[in-house]
């Protein structure tokens, strides 16, 4: 049996990213970009208007006030999405909206809540659609504004040339959404794993089915997958494996010519069925170890076959969560060239008194109360391996030492906390 920092060190030492493919923008959501991002474009790409208004020349209107408004004269009118044909000569204005081009001659829009029409009507004069008379109608200026006041200047978010995202940086909405804009419908990250899931055993059976005698449901087929697709990669099942050699060969085949990740359950301890270890070194796995003196999860085993990565995880459904939680996971974000790979470690104060037995870390599942600075921490309940509701009351995983018997209430322990993203 090895150590859990072996382990964890044996696992990453074989890892790297998996190559980086261009991949559809609307899937690269949490994914890790392989190159940095060059814009081709300017973004705004022309100057535009910031407000519905009129562009004008500030320095026309550089006298207006409420009672003494600047009357310049409307020789056109500019929508988003059109083009801005018309120049602003001195004295004159072109009636703009949000999104459209500044016309040639104007440097600045006064907002249309700072103009009156010439016939007196209300400020709002664009709540109205407006008619085809009064389109052009001249416009009273109520106040000043600077040169530059509500235009957008071309460039002023995105010079082209620029490195707008790095490779590295994983990508979130907003960086979705710049590269959208910048006409990326590709992007080069590093691509999500395929991760095939094999259970076994003859006692399985679909969910689906009714309950029989001395059978139960196939449910870390379910958990497993799950896990898989929250560490953002996609889980690929192969279906149940019955308890023999040749079963466990065929699907373990099939599985590793098509995935990059095989995770197995079950079949991996010291039973008689447990054939799991056989087959792999049958078809040529290498076996880094086997093993871990961890509580659950010590038949932990870990393969290595052409580029594959290869988990024998536990059969007992706490054990292949904890597992996949505390070596899998990591392992996977590494293949997606994440760099923060484990999630946040603090040191936590139990809530009550821990017994066991000497000689294995212990990974007890725990709820974490967070009290100003420190961390209170107390077991979720029963802590069986196939108790899978110590799981799913926890928030935590405190790690009680190898050589520890009893830590009361008060000690300091390890937790990982695993409901808050990675960052280490
Ligand atoms: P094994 O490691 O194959 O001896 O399995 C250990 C325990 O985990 C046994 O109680 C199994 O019934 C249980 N188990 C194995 N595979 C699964 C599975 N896919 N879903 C739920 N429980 C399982
Ligand atoms: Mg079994």
């Given at each position: 049996?090895?150590s859990?920092?072996?382990?964890?060190?044996?696992?990453?030492?074989?890892?790297?990213?998996?190559?980086?493919?261009?991949?559809?923008?609307?899937?690269?959501?949490?994914?890790?970009?392989?190159?940095?991002?060059?814009?081709?474009?300017?973004?705004?790409?022309?100057?535009?208007?910031?407000?519905?208004?009129?562009?004008?020349?500030?320095?026309?209107?550089?006298?207006?006030?409420?009672?003494?408004?600047?009357?310049?004269?409307?020789?056109?009118?500019?929508?988003?999405?059109?083009?801005?044909?018309?120049?602003?000569?001195?004295?004159?204005?072109?009636?703009?909206?949000?999104?459209?081009?500044?016309?040639?001659?104007?440097?600045?829009?006064?907002?249309?809540?700072?103009?009156?029409?010439?016939?007196?009507?209300?400020?709002?004069?664009?709540?109205?659609?407006?008619?085809?008379?009064?389109?052009?109608?001249p416009?009273?200026?109520l106040?000043?504004?600077?040169?530059?006041?509500?235009?957008?200047?071309?460039?002023?978010?995105?010079?082209?040339?620029?490195?707008?995202?790095?490779?590295?940086?994983?990508?979130?909405?907003?960086?979705?959404?710049?590269?959208?804009?910048?006409?990326?419908?590709?992007?080069?990250?590093?691509?999500?794993?395929?991760?095939?899931?094999?259970?076994?055993?003859?006692?399985?059976?679909?969910?689906?089915?009714?309950?029989?005698?001395?059978?139960?449901?196939?449910?870390?087929?379910?958990?497993?997958a799950?896990?898989?697709?929250?560490?953002?990669?996609?889980?690929?099942?192969?279906?149940?494996?019955a308890?023999?050699?040749?079963?466990?060969?065929?699907?373990?085949?099939?599985?590793?010519?098509?995935?990059?990740?095989?995770?197995?359950?079950?079949?991996?301890?010291?039973?008689?069925?447990?054939?799991?270890?056989?087959?792999?070194?049958?078809?040529?796995?290498?076996?880094?170890?086997?093993?871990?003196?961890?509580?659950?999860?010590?038949?932990?085993?870990?393969?290595?076959?052409k580029?594959?990565?290869i988990?024998?995880?536990?059969?007992?459904?706490?054990?292949?969560?904890?597992?996949?939680?505390?070596?899998?996971?990591?392992?996977?974000?590494?293949?997606?060239?994440?760099?923060?790979?484990?999630?946040?470690a603090?040191?936590?104060?139990?809530?009550?008194?821990?017994?066991?037995?000497?000689?294995?870390?212990?990974?007890?599942?725990?709820?974490?109360?967070?009290?100003?600075?420190?961390?209170?921490?107390?077991?979720?309940?029963?802590?069986?391996?196939?108790?899978?509701?110590?799981?799913?009351?926890?928030?935590?995983?405190?790690?009680?030492?190898?050589?520890?018997?009893?830590?009361?209430?008060?000690?300091?322990?390890?937790?990982?906390?695993?409901?808050?993203?990675?960052?280490?």
């Amino acid at each position: 049996m090895i150590s859990i920092e072996e382990a964890h060190n044996l696992i990453m030492a074989s890892t790297e990213a998996l190559p980086a493919c261009e991949t559809a923008l609307d899937d690269a959501l949490g994914l890790v970009l392989a190159a940095d991002i060059v814009s081709r474009d300017a973004i705004p790409s022309f100057n535009n208007s910031a407000m519905d208004g009129y562009a004008v020349r500030a320095a026309d209107i550089a006298d207006a006030t409420p009672e003494s408004p600047v009357n310049l004269s409307v020789v056109a009118d500019v929508k988003a999405g059109d083009v801005a044909n018309v120049p602003v000569k001195t004295g004159q204005a072109v009636r703009i909206m949000t999104g459209a081009p500044v016309p040639a001659g104007a440097d600045a829009v006064i907002r249309v809540e700072d103009t009156m029409t010439e016939a007196g009507r209300e400020r709002a004069a664009f709540e109205r659609a407006p008619a085809a008379s009064d389109k052009l109608s001249p416009v009273l200026v109520l106040r000043s504004i600077p040169a530059g006041r509500n235009v957008r200047l071309a460039g002023e978010d995105v010079k082209p040339g620029e490195i707008v995202l790095a490779a590295g940086q994983t990508l979130g909405p907003a960086d979705i959404g710049l590269l959208a804009s910048l006409g990326f419908p590709k992007v080069p990250v590093y691509h999500r794993p395929r991760v095939a899931v094999i259970t076994t055993g003859d006692e399985l059976l679909e969910i689906d089915q009714p309950l029989e005698p001395g059978k139960i449901r196939n449910s870390n087929a379910y958990s497993l997958a799950a896990q898989i697709k929250q560490a953002g990669a996609i889980p690929v099942r192969y279906g149940i494996a019955a308890d023999t050699p040749a079963a466990a060969r065929e699907l373990f085949q099939k599985a590793l010519a098509e995935c990059d990740v095989l995770l197995t359950t079950g079949g991996v301890s010291v039973g008689e069925y447990d054939y799991v270890k056989d087959v792999l070194a049958d078809i040529g796995a290498a076996k880094v170890f086997w093993g871990v003196a961890q509580k659950p999860g010590k038949p932990l085993g870990y393969w290595n076959f052409k580029n594959r990565h290869i988990f024998g995880l536990p059969g007992n459904p706490v054990a292949a969560m904890v597992s996949f939680e505390e070596y899998v996971r990591p392992m996977l974000r590494r293949l997606m060239g994440q760099r923060l790979l484990f999630r946040p470690a603090v040191t936590g104060t139990l809530v009550s008194s821990v017994r066991k037995r000497p000689g294995r870390v212990h990974i007890i599942r725990v709820h974490v109360d967070k009290k100003g600075a420190e961390y209170l921490v107390d077991s979720t309940g029963p802590q069986g391996s196939g108790i899978l509701r110590s799981m799913v009351l926890a928030d935590g995983l405190a790690f009680i030492p190898a050589d520890a018997e009893s830590m009361p209430a008060g000690s300091s322990v390890t937790v990982h906390l695993i409901t808050l993203p990675e960052d280490h």
